[in-house]
Each structure stands twice: as structure tokens, then as C-alpha cells.
């Protein structure tokens, strides 16, 4: 199966046209954060989601934990898809499916430990896919991704093999270990943001060693 894959801490119209371009099937799009790179205002979302075409996903990364503040934010920005960069409680899940029918849920699990195992099983039921990632939001500033760290990715391929939902695997990623984290964990899509960056901008050269990486680690 091909691995897709989701360019993340889109910026400008321009980064989102480029991501596409090289085959992107998800743009990510992140909304205020409590750190990490990326954030953009709620305005150039709102333009950069407009003008994505069909077959591609517009994913918000919100770390809002309450539903009315999340179905408010997808009213403003029209996306298409909901990362939730926190955990949330079971209750937000029923009010995002019933008051915005047709949109994607993707909740984020930090892969800190074992613990995530349990996690990833307790919120699958209730989502369209699950993003691994090596965030830390026990710590007194929360980190909810962008860290440019990877994780242990024999809990993640565990994770992948016990729940029943699509994974996408981010943290850390490049073109120089993405082949091995594809042919460990096996997931549906791999997620990357600033492994395809150099000093911020999207880098074209290590857009396209990491398209090309991807395209290898799933060839036959």
C-alpha cells in the first residue's frame, strides 16, 4: 500500500501549492499552540484552506479541548479535518460528529511511553485516524508537536497493530529515516514538517529526497 503523506506547518499559499505539487495528500495548518513552530492567524487558514484542491485534506491542528471552541474554529477556517493536538474528553468527540457531520477527526497521541498504547486504544473508537507523534503535554508548558524529535517507533508499529484506524506516524521524520520508520511501523501516512525545511521555508531539494524515500520504502 502507499504511504501518504502530510506536509505540515504550511505558511503561505505558496508552501501549500508547493506541498501539493510534490504529491501531498494532507496539508497541516496549526492554529495558536502553546509552543512549537508553525502557528498562523485563523485569517490565512481560512485563505490557504479555500484554495485546496479535492483529494487533498486540510487538517487544523488545534490544541482547543472543549467542542464549542473546536466547532467554531472549523466554522471560521472551513477545513476539511481536525487534529487534536490534546487529549480531549470522549463527550467533544460526540458533539464534533454531530455538529459538523462530514469532517475528520485525528487525534494526536504522544508517544511517551507504553502509556500511549492504552491511549491510542481508549480514543480510536471515536476518531477517523490516529497521529503518533513525540510531544510531551505533561510538561508545564505543554508540547504538542513540532519537536523535531522522534519517538520509539517499536510502540508506535504496537499501536498500529492494535487498533483498527488509519495511523499517521509524525515526529521527527526526514528523508534519511523515513524508509526505516515506514517498513517498523507500517503506518497509513507519515507526517513531516520541518525534516522538508531549511532555517523555516520549504526546502525543494528535501521535498523531494523525502517524496522519493517514501516512494521506496513502499515499492514492491
Same mark, same amino acid.
Given at each position: 500500500?502507499? $504511504?501518504?503523506?502530510?506536509?505540515?506547518?504550511?505558511?503561505?499559499?505558496?508552501?501549500? !501549492?508547493?506541498?501539493?505539487?510534490?504529491?501531498?495528500?494532507?496539508? =497541516?495548518?496549526?492554529?495558536?499552540? *502553546?509552543?512549537?513552530?508553525?502557528?498562523?492567524? &485563523? &485569517?490565512?487558514?481560512t485563505e490557504i484552506a479555500a484554495t485546496i484542491? *479535492? +483529494?487533498? @485534506?486540510?487538517?487544523?491542528?488545534?490544541?482547543?479541548?472543549?467542542?464549542? @471552541?473546536?466547532?467554531?474554529?472549523?466554522?471560521?477556517?472551513?477545513?476539511? /479535518?481536525?487534529?487534536?493536538?490534546? /487529549?480531549?474528553?470522549? %463527550?467533544?468527540?460526540?458533539?464534533?460528529?454531530? %455538529?459538523?457531520? +462530514?469532517?475528520?477527526?485525528?487525534?494526536?497521541?504522544?508517544?511517551? =511511553?507504553?502509556?500511549?498504547?492504552?491511549?491510542?486504544? !481508549? $480514543?480510536?473508537?471515536?476518531?477517523?485516524?490516529?497521529?503518533?507523534?513525540?510531544?510531551?503535554? @505533561?510538561? /508545564?508548558?505543554?508540547?504538542?508537536?513540532?519537536? =523535531?524529535?522522534?519517538?520509539?517507533?517499536?510502540?508506535?508499529?504496537?499501536?498500529?497493530?492494535?487498533?483498527? $484506524?488509519?495511523?499517521?506516524?509524525?515526529? =521527527?521524520?526526514?528523508? &534519511?529515516?523515513?524508509?526505516? /520508520?515506514?517498513?517498523?511501523?507500517? *503506518?497509513?501516512?507519515?507526517?513531516?514538517? @520541518?525534516?522538508?525545511?531549511?532555517?523555516?521555508p520549504l526546502d525543494q531539494r528535501k521535498l523531494?529526497?523525502?517524496?522519493?524515500?517514501? &516512494?521506496?520504502?513502499?515499492? *514492491?
Open positions: 500500500m502507499k $504511504v501518504r503523506v502530510k506536509i505540515c506547518c504550511i505558511s503561505s499559499l505558496e508552501e501549500a !501549492r508547493l506541498a501539493i505539487s510534490y504529491g501531498a495528500s494532507a496539508i =497541516g495548518l496549526v492554529s495558536a499552540m *502553546p509552543s512549537g513552530p508553525g502557528p498562523i492567524p &485563523e &485569517e490565512l487558514i484542491p *479535492p +483529494g487533498v @485534506s486540510s487538517f487544523l491542528l488545534t490544541s482547543k479541548q472543549d467542542a464549542a @471552541s473546536i466547532i467554531e474554529q472549523q466554522r471560521r477556517t472551513r477545513v476539511n /479535518a481536525l487534529q487534536l493536538a490534546d /487529549a480531549v474528553p470522549l %463527550e467533544t468527540y460526540r458533539d464534533l460528529r454531530r %455538529e459538523l457531520p +462530514g469532517i475528520a477527526l485525528v487525534q494526536v497521541v504522544h508517544v511517551t =511511553g507504553d502509556q500511549a498504547i492504552g491511549e491510542a486504544q !481508549r $480514543v480510536a473508537p471515536y476518531v477517523n485516524a490516529v497521529l503518533l507523534d513525540s510531544g510531551n503535554p @505533561s510538561l /508545564a508548558v505543554k508540547e504538542l508537536g513540532g519537536t =523535531g524529535r522522534t519517538h520509539d517507533w517499536r510502540i508506535s508499529r504496537r499501536i498500529r497493530d492494535e487498533v483498527e $484506524v488509519p495511523i499517521f506516524l509524525a515526529g =521527527g521524520l526526514r528523508a &534519511e529515516n523515513v524508509t526505516d /520508520a515506514i517498513r517498523l511501523v507500517k *503506518p497509513y501516512a507519515v507526517d513531516v514538517c @520541518s525534516g522538508v525545511r531549511t532555517n523555516g523531494r529526497r523525502f517524496f522519493d524515500q517514501v &516512494e521506496s520504502a513502499t515499492e *514492491p
